[in-house]
């Protein structure tokens, strides 16, 4: 279960910081996701991307930002959040988004507490 | 929209005995992928089974088998001789086949626990 990993496990952030979730895998995949786990809800799709470039963004807003420097990397840049941010944000990779069954990957999540 | 519902918020089995988990969904397209994840209370999600839909038969992973029904848009996760380390949430997801389409959407989870 070392394929996809994030950081940091747990992050306690204030309203007006400034923090990032870093995602990394190990897999050789192109293509990355970051999804959203609250509490009695399905998982939310935030943002996708295939060989580096943006695909899916599912109406995020933005105070949440996503960087993907390259195939192996993904950051979700956070600031000015709200307490109902908090959550578990989930990080995913698959061989190549666009086509197949293409198994998704999940990384442990980031628990985000928003005070 | 695709929509994916799974009824059962919490079930419960004996160890050793079988159970299924429902799920549904709704779609207006003809091809397309379902799978089954698990998130053990560590919360790493895994794939235990997948399906495609343009296959009749039923896929089967070990102790896993589905039960798919496309008439009634029906994907049910049948987990046989049941044991400890699979307790866990269990997630029914659903992927179109178009070209470029990435998104998985994700039912609301089944909480599976195992009594000993």
């Known amino acids: 279960e070392t394929g996809v990993t994030q950081t940091p496990r747990h992050l306690v952030m204030g309203m007006t910081n400034k923090k990032s979730l870093k995602c990394e895998q190990h897999?050789?995949?192109?293509?990355m996701y970051w999804y959203k786990q609250s509490a009695k809800k399905p998982l939310e799709l935030m943002f996708v991307?295939?060989?580096?470039?943006?695909?899916e963004n599912n109406s995020v807003p933005s105070r949440f930002s996503p960087e993907c420097p390259n195939s192996s990397h993904l950051f979700l840049h956070l600031h000015t959040l709200q307490p109902e941010d908090s959550a578990l944000y989930l990080c995913?990779?698959?061989?190549?988004?666009?086509?197949?069954?293409?198994?998704?990957?999940f990384g442990p999540g980031t628990r985000l507490t928003v005070l | 929209a695709q929509t994916v519902t799974q009824s059962q918020p919490e079930m419960s089995v004996q160890e050793a005995e079988t159970v299924t988990l429902s799920c549904t969904y709704d779609?207006?397209?003809?091809?397309?992928?379902l799978f089954w994840y698990k998130q053990p209370p560590s919360r790493q999600m895994i794939l235990v089974i997948r399906?495609?839909?343009?296959?009749?038969q039923n896929a089967t992973e070990n102790r896993f088998s589905v039960n798919f029904q496309k008439a009634a848009k029906s994907f049910s996760l049948k987990i046989s001789d049941s044991q400890l380390g699979d307790a866990a949430m269990y997630f029914c997801?659903?992927?179109?086949?178009?070209?470029?389409?990435?998104?998985?959407?994700f039912g609301q989870g089944t909480r599976l626990t195992i009594n000993p």
């Open positions: 995913a990779s698959s061989r190549d988004g666009t086509r197949g069954p293409d198994t998704q990957y």
């Open positions: 897999l050789g995949h192109n293509a």
């Open positions: 991307y295939n060989f580096k470039e943006q695909t």
């Open positions: 779609t207006s397209e003809s091809d397309y992928y």
């Open positions: 399906q495609e839909a343009y296959k009749q």
């Open positions: 997801a659903y992927r179109d086949l178009i070209q470029g389409a990435q998104k998985l959407v």
